[in-house]
């Protein structure tokens, strides 16, 4: 998932690979889905003169557009249990909490569910291997390079807050992809959506994606957004249920995981989605504090698509304003 970004905010992927060789990391093939997948779309082939001239004035152009809307761009949309999903982010003991979901999860809350998806999903690289996790961290805070020590300040987030799983309670992709489908099976949106991201929708035919599609972009459910990303990116070139769609193009999927970020979606430099990025592949910003939007419009954008990534972007928030 590697793309050829602009070298003074983004890790080169190819030089992430080899710091992990070096250090023996165990890294898996499932690399976040839904709101921590890694974009497809960032395999495009941008030039590096390109991204180096990216407009990164344009997402917080974009905000003061839509500013002027009576619904603030960060607002959660009501019903959803904002406590959950806030629990996610922070210095929350992950360990503890997914005990505190399992049990809401089991007496039928599909939110929580979800929500413990997303938290096996997170910690899963770790608890598949505690001490090898930590001791891979030492190997690569010792090489002393600016991308192995960003990396490892990453990794040992994620060590701190999953602290308490290990290798036994089978954290992985089959278990988060079991959450994931009676969550969705139950009825929530943003499980569904991953499930078509991740190529095993509850249902296959042509009518049933674009009405998941439909349903997600009406929501306005940042979480559902993010989930559904990587499913609109080039994989979804050529397929007749996503004609008219914010889809199949190189840059649709991180439109997408734009506009969930303006809906809401926790994408600040201290955010899940970015520690995820840089701890899992590498994918670091070296400019401190940036968040993802910026990040998308600085190193994965070039001069001449920003105005169409933006354009995309207000057409899935659109709705919201009531176009």
Avoid at 2 to 21: E, M, R, S
Avoid at 119 to 139: E, F, H, I, M, T
Wanted: glycine share 12%.
């Amino acid at each position: 998932m590697a793309f050829a970004p602009a070298l003074k905010t983004w890790l080169l992927v190819v030089p992430a690979v080899a710091l992990l060789g070096a250090a023996g990391m165990r890294m898996g093939g499932h690399l976040l889905h839904a709101q921590e997948s890694g974009p497809a779309a960032m395999d495009a082939g941008v030039s590096q003169a390109d991204t180096q001239t990216a407009q990164t004035t344009l997402p917080a152009a974009l905000a003061r557009r839509l500013g002027s809307n009576e619904i603030p761009l960060n607002a959660v949309p009501s019903g959803l249990p904002l406590d959950i999903r806030a629990d996610m982010e922070g210095d929350t003991d992950l360990f503890a909490f997914a005990q505190r979901l399992r049990g809401q999860a089991d007496s039928g809350n599909v939110e929580a569910r979800w929500m413990l998806s997303r938290v096996y999903d997170y910690c899963s690289q770790y608890a598949n291997d505690p001490g090898g996790y930590q001791l891979d961290n030492s190997v690569l805070t010792g090489m002393g390079e600016r991308a192995s020590t960003a990396m490892a300040g990453a990794r040992q987030r994620v060590a701190a807050r999953c602290g308490g799983f290990v290798a036994s309670d089978g954290l992985g992709y089959p278990l988060v992809f079991a959450q994931r489908r009676q969550a969705a099976q139950g009825g929530n949106l943003a499980a569904e959506a991953s499930l078509l991201a991740d190529g095993q929708p509850l249902q296959t035919d042509e009518d049933y994606r674009r009405g998941l599609v439909e349903r997600v972009r009406d929501s306005h459910d940042p979480e559902a957004y993010m989930a559904l990303a990587p499913a609109m990116g080039l994989r979804a070139s050529g397929d007749r249920a996503m004609t008219g769609m914010v889809a199949g193009e190189a840059l649709s999927e991180l439109a997408w995981r734009v506009a969930a970020c303006e809906l809401g979606m926790p994408c600040g430099s201290d955010s899940v989605l970015m520690n995820s990025f840089c701890a899992n592949g590498g994918i670091c910003s070296q400019e401190d504090g940036q968040d993802f939007t910026d990040f998308v419009y600085d190193a994965a954008v070039s001069r001449q698509g920003a105005e169409k990534m933006t354009e995309w972007v207000e057409e899935l928030i659109g709705k919201r304003k009531g176009r």
